[in-house]
């Protein structure tokens, strides 16, 4: 299903997302 694999995509991108947000705030942090 197109659909399952868009929404798996989605939430893939998020997590990366959320990933990439927390080393920028570890980065700044020191």
Do not use: I
């Not at 399952?4 to 947000?21: G, M, S, Y």
């Amino acid at each position: 299903m197109v659909f399952v694999r868009w929404q798996q995509q989605d939430a893939r991108k998020r997590k990366n997302d959320e990933r990439d947000r927390w080393e920028t705030e570890a980065g700044r942090l020191g």
